[in-house]
C-alpha cells in the first residue's frame, strides 16, 4: 500500500511570500488531516476534511492559511503571505473514516523555513 | 496543564539499555496511538490500542484505562532508536487526536 505523498520536502520562502503544499493520501482514506508542528512541540490540527467537506477548521489562522481537498483526493494547503513564526513542519495524514477508533498514516512532512 | 503529558521530555540511554516512556492523558479516549517522527520531519505510527499491550519487535507498548496512563518500553535499545516518540489521544466521542509533546530519545553507541 502506497503511503501518504507530500511535497515538497524542504521549502525557504521569504516573509511575505506565498506557498503551496500538496497530500496525496492513501486511496480510499476519506479523512484528510493537515497538522503544523513547530519544533519541539507536538503537531498541531490545522485542518480535517472528511471526503471534500471541511470537518474542523478551528484552529486555521484563516486570515493566511487556505485549503482545500479537490474531489475529496489530493489537498493542497496555501500560505499567503507568510509570516517567520510559519516556519514548521507540515504533516499531512490520512485515515480510513476518521474515528478515533482507527489509525492513521501521516506523510513525510514539509519543512518550511520562512526567512 | 496540557491534557496529554509525556516523560521524560529528553531521555538518552547507552545501547542495550531497556527504555520507558510514559504517557498519561486527562480526557477520555477511545484509542491512543504512540508515534515514531526521525529527524526530518516523517512521522510512523509505532501502536494504536485501546486496553491491555501490544509487542511488536523490540517495542511493548501498555495501557491502563482505569489510571489513563500507556508506557512505550524498547528492549535492547540501538542508535537507530533514537527519535522523537509522541504519544497521541484518540478523545472518546471526537474525531480529535491530543498530541503530547513528544520525547526525545539519543541512543548513544
Known amino acids: 500500500e502506497a503511503g501518504v505523498a507530500q511535497s515538497p520536502r524542504y521549502k525557504i520562502i521569504e516573509k511575505r511570500q506565498s506557498v503551496a503544499f500538496w497530500c496525496n493520501p492513501i486511496s480510499g482514506h476519506a479523512t484528510l488531516y493537515w497538522y503544523q508542528q513547530i519544533l519541539g512541540q507536538g503537531p498541531k490540527l490545522l485542518i480535517q476534511?472528511?471526503?471534500?467537506?471541511?470537518?474542523?477548521d478551528s484552529q486555521l489562522p484563516k486570515d493566511r492559511f487556505s485549503a482545500e481537498r479537490l474531489k475529496g483526493v489530493d489537498s493542497t494547503l496555501k500560505i499567503q503571505p507568510a509570516k517567520l513564526e510559519d516556519s514548521a513542519v507540515y504533516l499531512c495524514?490520512?485515515?480510513?473514516?476518521?474515528?478515533?477508533?482507527?489509525?492513521?498514516?501521516f506523510g513525510s512532512g514539509t519543512r518550511l523555513t520562512v526567512v | 496543564k496540557n491534557e496529554v503529558e509525556q516523560s521524560p521530555q529528553n531521555l538518552t540511554a547507552q545501547e542495550g539499555e531497556f527504555i520507558t516512556i510514559n504517557c498519561s492523558y486527562s480526557v477520555g479516549i477511545s484509542a491512543l496511538h504512540w508515534l515514531q517522527q526521525h529527524p526530518g520531519g516523517g512521522i510512523v505510527s509505532l501502536f494504536m490500542l485501546s486496553s491491555g499491550k501490544k509487542k511488536h519487535g523490540r517495542l511493548i507498548a501498555t495501557i491502563n484505562i482505569q489510571e489513563k496512563h500507556s508506557s512505550l518500553h524498547i528492549t535492547a535499545s540501538h542508535p537507530r532508536d533514537s527519535a522523537v516518540y509522541i504519544c497521541?489521544?484518540?478523545?472518546?466521542?471526537?474525531?480529535?487526536?491530543?498530541f503530547g509533546t513528544g520525547t526525545r530519545l539519543k541512543v548513544l553507541a
Open positions: 495524514a490520512s485515515s480510513l473514516t476518521g474515528t478515533a477508533n482507527y489509525g492513521y498514516t
Open positions: 476534511f472528511q471526503n471534500n467537506g471541511v470537518v474542523d
Open positions: 497521541a489521544a484518540g478523545a472518546s466521542g471526537t474525531y480529535k487526536y491530543i
